[in-house]
């Protein structure tokens, strides 16, 4: 049970599900140096920006920095506050065991696409670029009945490994750790989709000091080795 002092003392944040896992190893690693209690709450992407946007009382968001972005414009997130933590690429995933399809190149992914029974993607920022993707090599309204996108905060892989998706696409670190799928590879380079993931303080904070010391953290080298195990780069 949590008593009223640590609670006055912990930080408290808000994520998407694609830095859970990074985040929540850089969390230990930061109250081992600093003594800091900090509580994330990941949820899917869509939802912490709303959350935040209604004035729920975190001290911190980490979202795409797009996202982190509008939450400063609109005056959630405190102004000049943006740190850049990881950038993340999308891979693409089967089910265990499933062979599977040729992704090495842009026309080879896109085969791949037209012949799967199925594409899974998530409501972020990947799915979108997906979308906008299979426009560009006009199959958006062949595939179109074939979409199946993940309710926000659902994994991407949890649909490709009970079979209500073929081929799945999301951040490698959402996909990298889960059982019952296969991680093919990264989305060729020639269309990889790069997400920059960034914290900012919030406006609702009464620890903004503090947090900004965590957010510091975050952004570090130190923290650089974690990053590359969890499937991200240092932004």
């Not at 993931?197 to 503090?210: D, L, R, T």
Request: proline share 6%.
């Amino acid at each position: 049970m949590v008593d009223d002092q640590t609670m006055s003392k912990q930080l408290t944040g808000i994520s998407s599900m694609a830095t859970r896992a990074v985040l929540a190893e850089l969390v230990q690693k930061y109250e081992r140096q600093a003594g800091q209690p900090v509580v994330i709450k990941s949820v899917g992407g869509v939802d912490a920006a709303r959350r935040v946007e209604s004035g729920e009382p975190f001290d911190f968001v980490v979202l795409a920095a797009d996202a982190i972005d509008r939450l400063e414009a609109a005056g959630r997130v405190v102004s000049g506050s943006r740190v850049d933590i990881a950038r993340s690429g999308v891979a693409i995933a089967v089910a265990a065991g499933a062979p599977p399809p040729d992704i090495g190149t842009e026309a080879a992914l896109r085969d791949a696409v037209l012949a799967a029974r199925n594409v899974g993607y998530s409501t972020g920022p990947s799915g979108s670029h997906l979308s906008r993707l299979f426009e560009r090599w006009g199959i958006a309204d062949v595939v179109a009945p074939r979409i199946v996108q993940a309710p926000p905060g659902v994994p991407v892989g949890a649909l490709i490994a009970r079979g209500d998706v073929e081929l799945g696409f999301q951040q490698l670190s959402e996909l990298m750790h889960l059982p019952g799928i296969d991680v093919v590879g990264p989305v060729p380079a020639e269309v990889q989709i790069v997400t920059v993931f960034s914290a900012g303080i919030c406006q609702a904070s009464g620890k903004k000091e503090v947090a900004m010391a965590f957010l510091s953290f975050l952004a570090s080298s130190q923290c650089d080795a974690a990053k590359l195990g969890q499937g991200m780069e240092p932004a």
